[in-house]
């Protein structure tokens, strides 16, 4: 039996505006994931009997500390694996660094998961959903469809379809931000 792994990056964190976090100076160094030894958060959120392959990618604003470092020995048994990302992600940051960051995230996925290794991707064999909310759904819609280059309105619960065309290299948006499915209005692009 293969061991499930769970991979944490900064690159999927909040938008960090200084309005949103006054005050608190390199916000990713306050997240709970930076306070716990790996195998505690998994004894903590996943329980005892789960084995877990932990990858923790780290934005620039929250490189391991000498006591993440210490942390990571003593983990090594449980294989938890600290990096920093490849894309630097510094606070304050703008809207563009906001979209960057997300669309540089997805663009690996939509590139490791389609076209690393095509031979594995048959027609509507491959499912990815990713859940996030916000700020993340704008570039994330442009990876799909750049003449959406910027939504207007999406509401909470929205659902957005991106499906990869046969033997393409493209993909089509078949559901755009829908939230009818909750009563809401769906976005307007």
């Not at 304050?92 to 998961?113: A, C, H």
């Amino acid at each position: 039996m293969s061991i499930p792994e769970i991979t944490i990056d900064d690159r999927l964190s909040e938008f960090l505006m200084k309005s949103w976090f006054d005050g608190v100076e390199k916000p990713l160094n306050h997240l709970t994931i930076n306070h716990f030894k790996q195998s505690k958060f998994q004894e903590k959120y996943l329980g005892k009997e789960n084995k877990f392959k932990f990858t923790r990618f780290y934005g620039k604003d929250a490189t391991p500390t000498e006591e993440d470092v210490n942390a990571l020995e003593d983990d090594e048994a449980n294989n938890v694996t600290k990096m920093e990302s490849s894309t630097a992600i510094s606070y304050p940051e703008t809207y563009s660094d906001m979209f960057y960051r997300y669309s540089g995230f997805i663009n690996q996925i939509i590139y490791q998961e389609f076209y690393e290794n095509p031979d594995t991707v048959d027609s509507r064999s491959k499912v990815i959903i990713l859940v996030s909310h916000g700020f993340s759904t704008d570039p994330f819609i442009n990876c799909f469809s750049p003449e959406h280059a910027q939504v207007i309105s999406v509401d909470y619960c929205a659902v957005t379809i991106a499906e990869k065309l046969s033997n393409e290299v493209t993909f089509e948006l078949s559901l755009k931000g829908d939230a009818t499915h909750c009563g809401l209005n769906p976005a307007m692009f």
